[in-house]
């Protein structure tokens, strides 16, 4: 499979991610002066080494330059077998035969002399044993030549390539990445699949190619096949990844490795059943998924999440144990960590949490953030503001959170004072070209910003409490609180959804909090209202006003005082308490079991009215009916349900023209992907339930 290839011309596949190695060849082709040199390309398990020798080598053919192709698995046992290989392919690809009394030697660097040749190796990861007499005995005979040596491996040379005083300056080495979420819609634009599908395949599948293209595939196949082949992907992701752990011991430090952002040889023997020796933790080193830091050492982020949902599948009860065992571990060796390791940490810490935070909130969803494409988060600068005024108007226009200390029709005012005369209170997250994606902007609390807020804020300023009255007393270098106070996102980008980027909004406060700060948002938007403690946020107790607006909360993290352990056992015991993000504590909010209840009999007024949530509610059951088949049958989902989840149910529930199997076919998906976005759906849907009687009580009111 050609991994990083989009078909949509049959004679000539678009290579995606791969621009800049490719050029690199081309230009090496088409020079009429070349000396010889070596190509190292290397990456995990499944990132496209082999896709990029295969474009490589037909590019090489095109410009009618000698190639050939040899497998080092079969090769690099020893000089005469690498020997042998060259000879073999020489004589079938262009019929160069050896004279009987030729040495083999002599025969293959005259043929590979004779015209500008490129030579390239997939699998080198032997090529150790032979690279002594490659670097001294047989490059040399060519380093006058037109000669081009490609060789792929998971590790890349060993270091004595690039050391070597001949052939050192002349290594171009390209380690492979994942997808960018850029070349991730490129690649599915073209695979045929409806859009909702291609969305769904961007967001889930990590910007992995050898992941991409096997969902991919997955999903254009039909009935069981595709059925039975979805389950096996994960497997054969894993299988790829894990080529290199050559023992059960191995993998148990990998298993181990996956809960860390990094670890040394100690913290892994506090673990592991068979602790590692010196030599072990050396060989776990050496993995391509494995990188050696400051920290000790920590794994290919995509290869420890996958490592770690695997885990969690197979013994869920040893997986929650051991995640216990590295939080307490990490907790400890916080604070003795300079403040890179404890960003680190701290950015490890909700990663490991994720699943259990508000992963389908409308404003943040954690689930899709990769630290390599934690697109660049910075300060603010003049030229951004044309972008942050139109992300706030779009989402004025929506009605989505803005603070509600600010009277209506002054967001575009209080953005264009923060700019002019407080930009560090501005974070912009933006993409590698430095286009903003989302911001948020607040004020840094001290005697100079406050006559701002005063001016925005005149009546509900008194909310914040003595917060104020300690900032009248702090210059600018002593403000260590901030009031954010705006908030939005670019949402005609198609990268990201909107969620997407508010996670990544929260989690760089979350981290900056984390060095010594205090975070306060003051708001009575609902959704925020449910998203924040889980966040470890905590709620302040208001001064009494008659101003006081309805349902206005205002909101803390603080880590001048609180310690990072503090925190993480706060957002546990908040998640813990909760199910399905549901807190326990909002009965008006229906559970997925009595959503699923209601749908079933929806048409029973008998069941509905015994139905205990909804007399809770007051709900009538004809009233709960009319609800759902409005809720179901509207133009635009009813937040937080998607289009996808509306569809679903409205199939399933109002219809029925499909059964349960069919609808799974008509949608592009498993059943299992199925049954996991309908249990959504009911989620989705109680929310959607609570938010349509609130609109009806206000009607009736």
């Not at 262009?94 to 590979?112: C, F, I, K, N, S």
């Not at 690279?131 to 006058?144: H, I, V």
């Not at 959170?401 to 997250?429: C, F, H, K, M």
């Not at 060095?515 to 946020?537: E, V, Y």
């Amino acid at each position: 499979m050609n991994l990083r290839s989009v078909d949509r011309n049959p004679h000539k596949p678009c290579i995606v991610g791969l621009t800049q190695q490719l050029e690199v060849l081309s230009n090496w082709l088409a020079s009429p002066d070349v000396s010889s040199q070596i190509f190292s390309i290397s990456g995990i398990g499944g990132i496209g080494k082999t896709t990029l020798l295969t474009e490589m080598a037909a590019e090489s053919r095109r410009c009618s330059t000698v190639t050939l192709w040899m497998d080092g698995q079969f090769c690099l046992q020893t000089p005469r077998a690498f020997l042998s290989h060259l000879e073999m392919s020489l004589e079938t690809e262009y019929g160069r035969t050896r004279a009987a009394d030729t040495p083999l030697l002599a025969h293959v660097v005259e043929e590979l002399t004779r015209q500008r040749t490129v030579v390239i190796i997939d699998n080198c990861e032997t090529i150790d044993r032979i690279d002594s007499w490659l670097l001294s005995s047989f490059l040399p005979l060519l380093a006058a030549s037109e000669f081009l040596f490609i060789v792929a491996s998971r590790t890349g040379l060993p270091i004595q390539w690039h050391t070597n005083l001949l052939w050192g300056n002349q290594i171009h080495s390209f380690a492979l990445e994942l997808f960018t979420r850029k070349e991730v819609h490129e690649y599915v634009q073209s695979s045929g699949l409806p859009h909702l599908v291609q969305q769904d395949i961007v967001h889930k599948t990590d910007g992995h190619p050898l992941l991409l293209a096997l969902t991919v595939d997955m999903l254009r196949r039909q009935g069981r096949e595709r059925e039975d082949y979805v389950q096996q992907i994960p497997g054969i992701l894993s299988a790829e990844l894990l080529k290199e752990a050559t023992s059960p011991y191995m993998y148990e430090a990998l298993q181990i490795l996956s809960l860390f952002p990094a670890a040394d040889q100690t913290m892994l023997n506090q673990l592991l059943t068979h602790p590692l020796s010196a030599l072990d933790y050396t060989g776990l080193s050496t993995l391509s998924c494995v990188h050696a830091g400051a920290g000790g050492l920590s794994l290919h982020q995509l290869v420890s999440r996958m490592l770690r949902e695997d885990y969690e599948r197979r013994d869920p009860g040893h997986y929650q144990m051991m995640r216990s065992r590295v939080l307490e571990l990490l907790t400890e060796r916080y604070p003795s960590v300079n403040k890179l390791l404890q960003m680190q940490i701290a950015a490890h810490i909700l990663e490991l949490y994720r699943e259990q935070l508000p992963s389908t909130h409308a404003y943040t969803d954690f689930t899709g953030i990769r630290q390599r494409e934690v697109e660049q988060q910075m300060s603010f600068e003049p030229e951004d503001f044309p972008y942050l005024q139109r992300f706030l108007a779009e989402s004025l226009a929506r009605s989505d959170w803005q603070s509600e200390l600010i009277e209506n029709g002054q967001y575009s005012s209080l953005l264009d004072d923060i700019a002019n005369y407080a930009p560090e209170g501005i974070r912009v997250i933006r993409n590698a070209d430095r286009v903003p994606l989302a911001f948020c902007a607040g004020l840094w609390l001290h005697d100079q910003t406050l006559s701002i807020l005063e001016r925005y804020s005149p009546n509900d300023m008194n909310m914040l409490g003595d917060t104020v009255n300690s900032a009248r007393r702090l210059p600018p270098e002593a403000a260590d609180t901030i009031c954010v106070l705006l908030a939005a996102v670019d949402v005609e980008q198609s990268s990201y959804r909107p969620e997407e980027l508010g996670g990544m909004l929260f989690q760089s406060w979350l981290i900056d909090a984390m060095s010594g700060l205090r975070a306060i948002i003051p708001t009575a938007d609902r959704q925020l209202n449910m998203l924040l403690p889980h966040l470890g946020f905590e709620e302040r107790t208001m001064p009494s006003q008659p101003y006081a607006r309805e349902n206005m909360h205002v909101w803390e993290l603080d880590f001048r005082q609180v310690t990072f352990e503090v925190w993480v056992q706060r957002i546990l015991r908040q998640n813990i308490q909760t199910a399905g993000f549901i807190p326990q504590e909002a009965p008006y909010i229906l559970s997925r079991d009595e959503v699923r209840l209601m749908l079933q009999h929806l048409y029973d007024d008998t069941v509905l009215e015994e139905m205990v949530p909804l007399q809770a509610m007051g709900c009538e059951g004809v009233r709960a009916r009319e609800l759902v088949v409005s809720i179901l049958h509207a133009d635009s989902p009813t937040y937080p349900l998607t289009d996808l989840e509306q569809r679903i149910l409205r199939e399933s529930y109002l219809h029925r023209n499909y059964r349960k199997s069919e609808l799974a076919e008509a949608l592009h998906m498993s059943r299992a992907t199925f049954y996991r976005h309908s249990r959504q759906a009911f989620i989705h849907l109680g929310h959607a339930f609570t938010a349509a009687m609130d609109g009806f009580e206000m009607k009736d009111r």
